[in-house]
């Protein structure tokens, strides 16, 4: 089975910054691409960024220049780095892994962790 435990959620200010880490384990393939959604209380859940294993990424607007997401492929650990945070940033982040094998996509989650931008 693959487990991705997250940790990094907290309670920040306006303008403060956090980090956030993803840890894969079991067995994932290589080839993969590891990203971040979130999901804020009465919304559903929505795109924050990924990185392909050759670590090309993509940002939802509402997040680029301010957030920046990076890989470990070694250790199979995704972070995000949160800067310049707004209290509509606050949410539940979940950690993501696709993996693509043949013609055989999966998805696999984290447990999430909150994330609160506050004064």
């Known amino acids: 089975q693959v487990q991705l435990v997250e940790s990094g959620g907290g309670l920040v200010q306006p303008g403060g910054s956090l980090r956030l880490s993803c840890v894969a384990s079991?067995?994932?393939?290589?080839?993969?691409?590891m990203g971040w959604y979130r999901q804020a209380p009465g919304k559903e859940r929505e795109f924050v960024a990924t990185i392909t294993s050759g670590s090309s990424t993509n940002y939802a607007d509402s997040v680029k220049g301010r957030f920046t997401i990076s890989r470990d492929n070694a250790k199979n650990t995704v972070y995000l780095q949160m800067n310049s945070l707004k209290p509509e940033d606050t949410a539940v982040y979940y950690c993501?892994?696709?993996?693509?094998?043949?013609?055989?996509?999966?998805?696999?989650w984290g447990q999430g962790t909150q994330v609160t931008v506050s004064s």
């Open positions: 993501n892994v696709r993996t693509s094998v043949l013609t055989i996509t999966r998805d696999y």
């Open positions: 079991g067995r994932i393939f290589s080839g993969n691409t």
